[in-house]
Nanobody, 123 residues
Framework: VQLQASGGGLVQPGGSLRLSCAASGRTLSRYAMGWFRQAPGKEREFVAGISWEGTITNYSDSVKGRFTISRDNAKNTIFLQMDSLKPEDTAVYYC?????????????????WGQGTQVTVSS
């Protein structure tokens, strides 16, 4: 499955962005999906995940209550709604797919990765 992340950009602190991850090649309906991010000089970290059935969502403590992950299997796309953005949210954001997964925090469980989209939060 090929994943294409989009929707990044420059936003002021307190603003919002909506990231999308579109899949091609296979249906996403059997894949748990995750969003990860990597800031300069830091390791990649888990942001949010949604199980393949859509019944389980997980969030890192740093984004809980501000970010929302969702999926639209009919459009073969997942989304990450990011509200109340902070400068520390600045990073390249990646989407990833895990066959029949349960929205794991562990990046090693994800089989497919998108190319990343840059999010910059700055005034």
């Amino acid at each position: 499955v090929q994943l294409q992340a989009s929707g990044g950009g420059l936003v002021q602190p307190g603003g919002s962005l909506r990231l999308s991850c579109a899949a091609s090649g296979r249906t996403l309906s059997r894949y748990a999906m995750g969003w990860f991010r990597q800031a300069p000089g830091k390791e990649r970290e888990f942001v949010a995940g949604i199980s393949w059935e859509g019944t389980i969502t997980n969030y890192s403590d740093s984004v809980k209550g501000r970010f929302t992950i969702s999926r639209d299997n009919a459009k073969n796309t997942i989304f990450l709604q990011m509200d109340s953005l902070k400068p520390e949210d600045t990073a390249v954001y990646y989407c990833a797919a895990d066959l029949y997964g349960s929205a794991s925090y562990d990046s090693n469980l994800y089989d497919y990765w998108g190319q990343g989209t840059q999010v910059t939060v700055s005034s």
